[in-house]
Nanobody, 122 residues
Framework: QVQPVESGGGLVQAGGSLRLSCAVS????????MGWFRQAPGKEREFVAV????????NYADSVKGRFTISKDNTKNTVFLQMNSLKPEDTAVYYC???????????????WGQGTQVTVSS
């Protein structure tokens, strides 16, 4: 399977915004839920958000609720993560991956992309 391709990361000041993109194949986009995870240095990969393949169901980690929004564009086979009110603790490499369940566990996802670095300065 073709890996997802993440983009949109960068360096931003605290309080700023970024929008991450995750491009996937049409087959993946249409048949799988898509999750965003992040991993900071020395820490385990943690759940950020997930969206169902229909787009009707979303779920967020408590730490990002009200600040981050996951969405998908059916015309571009792309999943987005809009990140507002960013904090230094949001600094991590962000990954997207398809999964068969609406799950917060990394082991329920597969075919991980290379990730995109997000750095939030204080």
């Amino acid at each position: 399977q073709v890996q997802p391709v993440e983009s949109g990361g960068g360096l931003v000041q605290a309080g700023g915004s970024l929008r991450l993109s995750c491009a996937v194949s049409e087959r993946t986009f249409s048949n799988y839920n898509m999750g965003w995870f992040r991993q900071a240095p020395g820490k385990e990969r943690e759940f950020v958000a997930v969206i169902s393949f229909t787009g009707r169901t979303t779920n967020y980690a408590d730490s990002v609720k009200g600040r981050f929004t996951i969405s998908k564009d059916n015309t571009k086979n792309t999943v987005f993560l809009q990140m507002n009110s960013l904090k230094p603790e949001d600094t991590a490499v962000y990954y997207c991956a398809p999964g068969t369940m609406i799950s917060t566990r990394p082991r329920d996802y597969f075919n991980w992309g290379q990730g995109t670095q997000v750095t939030v300065s204080s």
